[in-house]
Each structure stands twice: as C-alpha cells, then as structure tokens.
C-alpha cells in the first residue's frame, strides 16, 4: 500500500466518528425525505407513491401552510434586520475604549450562551400580562401593557423583542469586524477633514459589510427556521398568530402523523432558503466591500 | 506511515460501528434484567404518562398487581413527555411496550394503521360478556374505532362544575343554579374585581366549546349516523352562549386574569383552590387533589346544568385507556394487568385503584364496592361525577382518524371566538371549512377513512 494511501485512509479513519453520525443522521434522512415527499407517509405503515399530490395540496388548498409561510417572512423581515442594526450599534458601543469595556462585552455576551428553553421559560413570565416585570415597570408608569404572548396583536412582536435578547452572538462577531478594519483609514479620514458620522457611514460600515453579510445569511436561515422559542411559549397560538412554518411542519409530522406531507414542506423550505441565499450572494458585489 | 497505524486506525473504526450498533441494538437480555424484582418473572412493561402524585398512585398498582400472582411483572415506565412520539418510534423500531395507559386522542389513527390490537381478540367468551353487559355506555365508546375495541378504560372522566358555596351565599345565592341560564345570570354577580376594573375572582369557568355542546343537545359527532355532525344548529348555540358570557365578562379582562393564575395544575396549584374562581368545569380527579394539598377547602361539585330545553347529564366523556400495541412481545401479561387494574373480572379489588387515583368507575361493580362508597361517603363531591358518568347522554370524542386534526381545529376557532376575532356563525363555519378541507386532502392522499 502507497503511503498516501495509507495516510488517506488513517484519516478518514479518525473522521469516521463524524462520518458515520452524519451518514446516518443527516445525510439519509436528508436524501430519504426527498423520496417521502412524493408519498403518503404515516410513519406507522410502508410509504405509498402519491406523486406531486402533497405539493398540489400544499401550494393551491393548504390555508395554514400559507399563513405560515407568510408569517415566517414577515418574521425574518423584521426580526433579522432589527437584529443586525441593534448588533451593530451595540457593537460600536462596546468597541468604545472606555473603563471596564470587558465587564460591559461580557455582560453582552451572557445571555447568548444561556440554553435557548431556559432563557424562553424566563421571558414566558417576563412577559406574563399580569405579574409579569416588563407590564410591572410599565404599570410604575401609569401604562397598562399588553397580553404580550396572548393577543394575536402583539404574540408575534413579542417574539421578534425577544430575539435580541440572544443578540449577543453576533456583537462578537461585529466586534471582531470592527477590530480588523486598519486603523490608517480613520487617520487618512481624518487628515482629510470626516467628521465622527461620516467616518461611520464612509469607513466603519463599507469596511464592516463582510461581517453584516455573513449575519444576515445566517439570519435569514435562522429566521426561516424558527421554531424552539414559538413551540414553548405559544405553541403556535394565539390562534394562529405564531404559528411559523417550523411549527407547522412539526405539527404535520408529529402530531398528526403525515410525514409525506411534512417532507414536502421541508422540501421547499429548503429550496426557499436556497433561492434566498443565491439572491442574497447575487447582491454582495453591490454593497459588500472585502478589503482585498 | 507505519503498517501498525493502519491497523489501528482500523479497530477504531470497527470500534466506532460496534458501539453504534451496541446502542442500537440492545440485547433483550439487557433490557429486561435492567432493575428488576422478580427476574423469573415474564415481563411485562408498561409505560404511561402520570408523574409527580399520580405517579405515585401508578406505582402501587403495579406492585400490588406484581404482588398478586406470579406469572408476570408490570415493568412501569413514566414517559410523561413526548409519550406519543416515543411511542411510535418504539412501534417501528420493534420495540414497543407491552402495554401503555394514555389518555391521548391517538386510538382512531394507531388503529387505523393497525398499530394496535382490538382487546376483542385477547377477551375470552365471558370477559367479553362481562364487559358488554356491566360497562357504562361511555366505557364501550372511549376506546372504539370502527366496532372494535382499541382502549380499554381504566379511569374515566367527564367534567362537573367545582363551587365554592361561601361565594354563592356571600351573592345571595343559596341553591346552585338548576339552568346554564341561571348559572350565567348568578355568575356575574360571584365575579370579583379590583379597583382598576381587574378580575381577581371569576365568576363561572365553563368547559369547552366541545364539551359543552353535548348540553345543549349538540356534539361534534353523529353517533348514530357514524358521521361528524359540526355545522348543526346546537353547537352554533353553544358557541354563541359561550362567547357572550366572555363578552359579558370582558375579553381582555379574563385573558389578562387567566395568564396571571398559576400555570401548574398540580398539587395545590391548581387555580381554584386558591380561589381565582368561584366557579369552575373540571374533572373528578380534582376531588383526590384538593383532598390531599387543601383538605380544609370548604367545596361543592355539580352537573353542569343544560340550558332550558337541552340535555341533562350530558357531557364529554373520556378518561385514560390502556392500548397493547400489535407488536407487543407478551399480550397475555399486558391483558392480565389491564383486567386487573380496571376491574373487568375482580371488581372489588379494583375499586381500591379507582379510590387511590379519584377516577370514576367503569361500571356499577366496581361503584358499588364498599371501599368505592366508603369513598363517597367520605368525598360526597365525587358522587356527582359517579352519577354522571353512567348517562346514556355522555359522548365521546368523534372516531375518526383525524381527531387530533378536528380537536385542534375547534381549539384553534373556539379561542378566536372567544375573543371576539370572529362570530360565532363564523366560527361553525370555519371548522366545518377546515375539516371538510382535512377530509378532502385526506381522500386525495388515499387514506382510508
């Protein structure tokens, strides 16, 4: 046996681990899931051939499926947006060379690595319209707030607030940004008269678009999957208020047992996250600036 | 590169693929022995859903079932999250409990995908006689799909109304309301609020939409036709009864007081004991809670009074089931434990069960035992839910196949009414709408309904 071959074949050997578990785990139930799509699935009897029929239901009778779908882009609308410009100004801030940067960086930074369910089960009594602390502080200023998880009205506005809370993710990385952008740019900008605003606009932020983007690829697909915080705080209710496009394939497979159904919906997620990647990649040379 | 490198690089693989099949395939040895008291035994294991009090309760079934022969032992499991999907899983893989106590709307489609095994091949000749004859009528319809018996009961249900009497008195109300009319006439006047206009003790808690259609001779299902049966004029009624007492009550109002009572029904937990209502629609199993987290709560139950012209002792019935999955490994174990635990053919013993859990009787055998009167006697509370039980009019969740479907669907709608997001015309016609659609996409899917 050749040496290369042999050095081959001791390194796939140490990956197999990973292999094996992403053979089994991820790579057949992804290739399997495009066969169930096209079948009648209940999980508890053999798969039968229904051709495009779970396709056909879903796009032109399914008014759940529609309701979630635009639900879940109004969400990713709002919510990644709002989650970069908070992460970015909060960035700014934290980039800032002031006394006990590093207490304020990590104080940011905590509630990212709380566990997604306890930081969920936190704000589900946060929120509580009654004895809830954010209506309390409200109630101190003679406001009466909402049934934040309650009304259909604001349910889905109270999930989009609470996705900063995990914003702190992504200040790492901006933080990271800032710190690469070289320090000669702001002294050329300077030399040639920028004010504070302009260097932010014509240096900071051109030179920080690499970072922004890769946050909003991630953004757009975290947002067009979201489903951990709606499933325990409002199950999809009130209603169908919350009831995202996860949530809903969830439903379909689990709870009532369509898994054909629930293939065909994850099918197109896929290929909606997938053309919403291409289209944003498409856009990058406009206004991402890379330094090389 | 060294020959020994490979070599070894290739026992780690093999390493890899041995314990991966290890932990897929355990041995059945290693299963069972795994914890056991009585390893001669055939095991039998049985997984339910019941955990902090009521887990208990189970337990000390089993072990009396354990300690009363010795052909068997009932290996008890608590899976009291996400039983369903495990369930399945466990199904599929080959896998699955001997026996398993649910109370989930899961019979029509396990049995429609023949997941399960209708008791009517595991009953001998008098088992079955017994249980035709003795059962309420709601025993024989909780568990049926298609004729056949998927779920046997083990603990049924339907729900009354928990009063408070001082409340009542302190209204000027001495006799609980005979009508649903005068019960929602005397509840405005128990509802207690603040001095911002905040509701700190409602009135009257009603039941469902589908629970209460039943009352004013409606349900979602046509029994006698083997149909469902939505649109019908008497659960438009129901729905429109229900929403002007939210709207007499406030919208806003009870949402804001519901999501500020405590969201555990456990132990002293649950909200009526602490006083958020002065009325409220519950199950019997209340009456065994309260007597253990608040023995001095003074209390009262009733039926739930049909309106003028409607249906006396009617209501939805359910409660929980045991099913034996088809590819159980010891049915004759599984069904030993379900007769022993519901009192088909030893009654008497049974009936202890029924008094550990507060669970309403299958039959007039196991109500008439002296330790279930005794029970009673000492907890007149439930006897209204021992009356109740018995009603030809009690009904059953509709067996179709896509119950979950149709329970969501009214939930779903029932909530949007009740907020005064849609009318109650709209809302009958909306989950006729949506489960006439389910049904279509079903048919054209080619499921067999």
């Not at chain 2, 359910?318 to 099913?323: E, T």
């Amino acid at each position: 046996m050749k040496a290369q071959t042999r050095r081959d074949l001791l390194g796939l050997a140490f990956i197999s681990p990973w292999m094996v578990g992403f053979l089994a785990f991820t790579a057949w139930p992804f290739l399997r899931s495009i066969q169930l799509s096209f079948t009648r699935y209940d999980i508890l009897r053999p798969p039968k051939w229904v051709g495009l029929a779970n396709y056909q239901s879903l796009l032109a009778d399914d008014e759940t499926f529609r309701h979630a779908t635009w639900l879940t882009l109004k969400f990713a609308a709002v919510s990644v947006p709002l989650a970069i410009v908070a992460g970015v100004g909060l960035a700014l801030l934290l980039n800032a060379n002031v006394k006990g940067i590093a207490v304020y960086r990590t104080i940011f930074f905590l509630p990212s690595i709380v566990p997604t369910v306890a930081t969920t089960a936190i704000f589900v009594w946060i929120l509580n319209p009654q004895i809830g602390l954010v209506n309390s502080l409200l109630g101190s200023l003679g406001i009466q707030g909402p049934a934040w998880l309650t009304d259909p009205n604001w349910a889905l506005w109270s999930l989009m607030m609470m996705g900063l809370w995990g914003v702190g993710n992504s200040i790492v990385i901006y933080l990271a940004g800032l710190k690469d952008i070289p320090t000669y740019l702001y002294e050329a900008s300077i030399v040639d008269g920028a004010s504070s605003v302009q260097r932010l606009f014509k240096v900071t932020l051109p030179m920080l678009t690499p970072v922004i983007f890769f946050n909003l690829v991630m953004g757009v697909i975290g947002a067009l999957q979201y489903f951990t915080q709606a499933y325990i705080m409002t199950s999809g209710g009130p209603g169908d208020s919350t009831r995202f496009y996860a949530l809903y394939l969830f439903d379909r497979a689990w709870r009532y047992s369509d898994m054909g159904y629930a293939s065909a919906m994850a099918w197109l997620l896929f290929l909606a996250v997938a053309l919403l990647t291409f289209g944003l990649f498409k856009t990058q040379k406009r206004w991402v600036h890379y330094a090389s | 590169m060294h020959r020994k490198s490979v070599v070894k690089a290739c026992i780690l693989l093999l390493g890899v693929i041995s314990i991966a099949w290890l932990f897929g395939h355990p041995s059945t040895s290693a299963r069972e022995v795994s914890g056991r008291k009585y390893p001669q035994r055939i095991p039998v294991r049985f997984w339910h859903m019941w955990s902090a009090e009521w887990k208990t309760v189970v337990d000390r079934i089993v072990d009396r079932y354990n300690k009363s022969q010795d052909k068997f032992e009932v290996i008890a499991l608590s899976v009291p999250g996400g039983a369903d999907t495990k369930f399945i899983l466990g199904a599929m893989g080959g896998d699955p409990p001997d026996v398993m106590a649910q109370w989930n709307a899961v019979i029509p489609t396990w049995a429609e995908s023949n997941m399960l095994t209708p008791f009517e091949e595991l009953m001998s000749p008098s088992e079955r006689t017994l249980f035709e004859r003795d059962s309420y009528p709601i025993v024989r319809r909780v568990g049926q799909y298609k004729g056949k018996t998927y779920g046997f009961p083990i603990g049924l249900q339907v729900k009354g109304v928990f009063y408070l009497p001082k409340a009542f008195k302190e209204a000027g109300i001495n006799q609980f309301p005979k009508t649903w009319e005068e019960l929602i006439a005397v509840s405005e006047r128990l509802t207690q609020r603040d001095s911002k206009g905040n509701i700190t003790r409602l009135g009257f808690m009603p039941g469902s939409w589908p629970e209460t259609a039943p009352l004013f001779g409606g349900g979602m299902y046509d029994f006698k036709l083997g149909r469902l049966d939505i649109s019908n004029s008497k659960n438009l009624e129901t729905i429109q009864c229900l929403v002007a007492l939210r709207k007499r009550d406030g919208y806003d109002q009870i949402q804001r007081f519901q999501s500020g009572l405590n969201t555990s029904s456990f132990g002293g937990g649950w909200p009526f004991i602490g006083g958020a209502y002065a009325a409220a629609v519950d199950g019997p199993w209340r009456v065994e809670q309260i007597a253990k987290y608040a023995p001095d709560l003074d209390y009262a139950t009733a039926l739930v009074p049909p309106p003028k012209g409607g249906v006396a002792g009617a209501g939805l019935g359910g409660g929980n089931f045991m099913i034996i999955p088809r590819s159980a490994s010891h049915k004759e174990g599984a069904w030993d434990f379900v007769k022993y635990w519901s009192g088909l053919t030893d009654p008497l013993t049974a009936a202890e069960f029924y008094v550990w859990g507060g669970w309403l009787p299958p039959s007039d055998a196991v109500a008439h035992a002296p330790i279930y009167e005794e029970y009673i006697r000492k907890h007149p509370q439930f006897g209204t839910f021992v009356r109740a039980i018995g009603s030809p009019n009690v009904q059953a969740q509709p067996p179709v196949a896509y119950q979950v479907f149709v329970n969501d669907a009214a939930g779903k709608i029932e909530d949007g009414a009740l907020r005064g997001e849609i009318s109650p015309g709209q809302a009958v016609e909306q989950l006729q709408k949506s489960v006439d659609k389910e049904i279509a996409r079903r048919k054209r899917l080619g499921y067999d309904e």
